[in-house]
């Protein structure tokens, strides 16, 4: 313990003078310690190695808390009044931004789908465009509707490649059993 003298008067100046650092953790050690291994997202494994040292006593005050985990006191009190308030999964609930709205949506998807089902496919992404244009007054640049109707529909624009009028009638026909029998 280490004693200060301030204007004649004496202090004590140490690990004693904090406040207590009480949190009731209702889950086992052995609980935390499985979770945490299993934990894949560095925010779940940073909030349950905290708990995991509160409720094996590594840790007795906020002050070592912090330095431990490198987070300010006021992100230690949040995320200890989160789990005193809700518990365990409230404190590891992990909160996704909600994103854009779909530029084709509705009416005009459902629209697309069945122009895609048919037999009267698009020649090309930006005839799309020009048909989303036209029929639903949509007007999109044509990444947007090549990367929705590929990732998001999982269509493919298959078209007939031409063929030459000087190639030899049964080529094709020998070309796909020579090529499938491989």
Known sequence: MKWSIIKGASTKIGVDMARPFVLEIAKTADYLEKNLKQAKSGARKERLQMLWWI???QISQRKELNQRLSRSPATLTRWLAVYRSGGLSALLEEKKAPGAAPKIQGE???????????EA??????????WLKQECGL???????NRFVSQKLKAKLKV?????????????EEFKKTFNSR
């Open 139 to 145: 007007d999109l640049k044509y990444d947007t509707v």
């Open 121 to 130: 496919l698009f020649s090309s992404y930006g005839a799309i465009v020009e």
């Open 55 to 57: 409720k094996t006593g």
């Open 160 to 172: 007939p490649r031409p063929q030459s009028l000087k190639q030899a009638s049964g080529a094709i």
């Open 108 to 118: 005009a998807l459902e629209k697309l789908k069945q122009r895609l089902a048919t």
